[in-house]
């Protein structure tokens, strides 16, 4: 088996992945500091190793994570809410259309862009994940503040789908939720909204861009999506 470089340590693969394993087991959930994504990403670059390790970091990154993640909601109950919540987005465009009082135009056409830039985050992430064959255990409360839903996926999957096609589910739920409230804003010209509503939801939308560019690219989907990136590269320079 081969053995990664730590600094001065050596440690085999099958070492260190036991003693991670036995960690989490004691109780530590803190996988950052037990060294396992280090460990991933000397595994990554290497399809044999990936496969090799797939079913053994996927249980050690299940196990950490329901020990140190509450509450944990089924991934059908989790979709459902979204898919309703989608519903009440696509109806509050409805009612924005069909009103004759223009304020509440305006406050329903703001309220589908909030709800639709939600709601559409982790269904992308599910529906296209699903497609390269990953897939998820469960759906959660994620930070920074305000709380969020966040989607799980199960790492066994996940690490066999192509680096390529795992970039592409990080960025769907990112893509998706800045394209909603651009959607409802599409509809703005159609219904009686004032403009301040327009101008409002393009804030929304700028705003959300602006976040992206500044915190996403450092500690969310954009930093995952540049990682797999870099870990095609990777696997595709030991082709060559």
Do not use: C
């Not at 979709?79 to 305006?106: C, E, K, Q, R, Y």
């Amino acid at each position: 088996m081969q053995e990664p470089q730590d600094g001065a340590r050596l440690e085999t693969y099958q070492d260190a992945f036991r003693r991670i394993e036995e960690a989490v087991d004691a109780g530590e959930t803190d996988l950052r500091e037990l060294g396992f994504w280090k460990l991933l990403a000397r595994v990554k670059p290497e399809p044999a190793l990936t496969e090799h390790w797939a079913d053994v970091a996927g249980r050690i990154d299940r196990k950490a994570f329901e020990r140190g993640v509450r509450p944990r909601f089924p991934i059908w109950f989790g979709n459902a809410v979204l898919l309703a919540g989608s519903a009440v987005g696509v109806g509050a465009i409805w009612f924005a259309l069909t009103t004759s009082d223009p304020t509440l135009s305006g406050i329903a056409l703001i309220t589908s862009a909030g709800i639709l830039s939600v709601s559409l985050h982790d269904l992308a992430h599910w529906a296209v994940g699903r497609l390269a064959g990953i897939r998820f255990t469960s759906y959660f409360f994620g930070g920074p503040f305000p709380p969020r839903p966040g989607i799980k996926t199960d790492y066994a999957t996940y690490l066999r789908a192509a680096p390529e096609e795992r970039a592409l589910m990080h960025a769907s739920g990112a893509v998706a939720s800045k394209i909603a409230p651009f959607i409802s804003l599409a509809f703005w010209p159609a219904s009686d909204a004032p403009a301040w509503a327009a101008w409002v939801i393009l804030a929304i939308g700028v705003a959300q861009v602006v976040t992206d560019v500044l915190f996403s690219t450092k500690s969310s989907d954009w930093k995952k999506v540049r990682r797999e990136r870099k870990v095609a590269r990777a696997q595709h320079s030991r082709q060559v």
